[in-house]
């Protein structure tokens, strides 16, 4: 089968083993996610496990890929691999089979920085962003808010302080007794809650900045459901707790999204991370957007959550800029230290 340029995208930076082929940097040839199920018999991610379920998981997750794709491994062009932030055994293990791949087929291998990669996931559907763009990313490890001037050249607006948005979700979650991840059955409950039955605190929402901070929250939820006792909870209080909590973490994260956008006279506002999956965040991000006359680019759910495809996507514009590989490849937990440009605003 002729093609053009095709990329193998791998993603390994967490607890989610992903493999994409990309063709020309638009067309997903393939994509598959294997989410590891193992972490949930303890509550949140345990990192040893994640890399072991990496290695037995990677290699044949790319011959799948690869086959499904109808791609042979000698026609491939390149690999992207996440190689910050992340755990580091995990990353390591992407970053390792991306090298000895690649050194095997003589295909320049391209470390990817996994919050650019979220950034600009939404390109895969819907194309190009109008520039300037607001961008915020929310998962189980981030919360940050970006402008986006073009590829690499970002201004960083605002972080969480300390709990991640998703982290929050999932700690609440555990507090309740409902199992891990937190976000989609806390985000169920809440539907049918009423958001106002628990005044919890809108951390920092009344401050300037667009910083967030998620872990006071957390705690007022503790002490709420210290008051009723031990779970488990009767069902129409969980929903209440689940609507009051999540009322809490939207206001923040859509207000200062919101102030974010009006402040940049953003042209577009791009969402990426699970978090982004959540149904009242993508509803109240579509009115602020219909109300400013802006697109909202908001990826399907597979896009959104930790994938191979935004790796490969990244990979391939790095590829195409040419820049002189990278043949170390080491890899970076933190953020601050991954090499993006996060200069402050
Ligand atoms: O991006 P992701 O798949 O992995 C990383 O954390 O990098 O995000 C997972 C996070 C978890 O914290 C999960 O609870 C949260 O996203 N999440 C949600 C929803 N679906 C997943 N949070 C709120 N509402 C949801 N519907
Ligand atoms: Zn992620």
Redesign the pocket.
Known sequence: MSAGRLVLGIET????TSVAVLEDGRALRAHLIAAQDVHRLYGGVVPELASRAHLELLPRLVARGLSEAQVAPGELTGIAVTRAP?LVGSLVVGVAFARAYGAALGVPVVGVN?VEA?LHAAALEHGDSPLPAVALV?????TELVEVRGFGRYRWLGSTRDD????A??KV?KLLGLG?????V???LAARGDRAAFAFPRPMLDRADLDFSFSGLKTAVALAVGRLGPPPHAGALLADLAASF?AA?MDTLVGKTLRAVDRVGARALSV??????????RARLAAGCEERAIPLRLPS?RL????AAMIALVGSWLLERGDPVDADLDVVASLEESGLPMGGG
Do not use: M, T
């Not at 891990?180 to 989609?184: A, E, L, R, V």
């Open positions: 930076s967490c607890d989610d992340g996994h979220h929310v998962s189980g490890g981030h991640a948005a998703g982290e979700y999932d979650a891990f991840p937190g976000g989609p806390l985000d169920r999540q973490v990426g991370g699970g978090v982004a999956a959540n149904r009242e965040l759910s959104c959550a930790d994938n």
